[in-house]
């Protein structure tokens, strides 16, 4: 069956960097297009970046392009998304995403960036 499993969050201070890892398995991990998402306490979850299955497409949404990159290594079913400068505001749950016939979601993995 379809597992993720999401690593890497933690406490970070204002321009700090991150790094979300999200190991996958029960799928042909190579052939899918992979996603993070973020949701927040009384926030809708919303789509953070996209890579596809060839790994050179990506796409972001504009409030972390510059600042976050989402790359794959298919020779290890897994998804990272490297994040730079973080904000306050980038504070959230990450979650790994992907569709195989349904849509699929890891645990989530908790980012908080404070001072």
């Known amino acids: 069956q379809v597992r993720l499993v999401e690593s890497g969050g933690g406490l970070v201070q204002p321009g700090e960097s991150l790094r979300l890892s999200c190991a996958a398995s029960?799928?042909?991990?190579?052939?899918?297009?992979m996603s993070w998402y973020r949701q927040g306490q009384g926030k809708e979850r919303e789509l953070v970046a996209t890579i596809f299955s060839g790994g050179y497409s990506t796409i972001y949404i504009g409030s972390v392009k510059g600042r976050f990159t989402i790359s794959r290594d298919n020779a290890k079913n897994t998804v990272y998304l490297q994040m730079n400068s973080l904000k306050p505001e980038d504070t959230d749950v990450y979650y790994c995403s992907v569709v195989v016939q349904k849509k699929y979601w890891g645990q989530g993995t908790q980012v908080t960036v404070s001072s």
């Open positions: 029960g799928f042909f991990f190579s052939t899918y297009a």
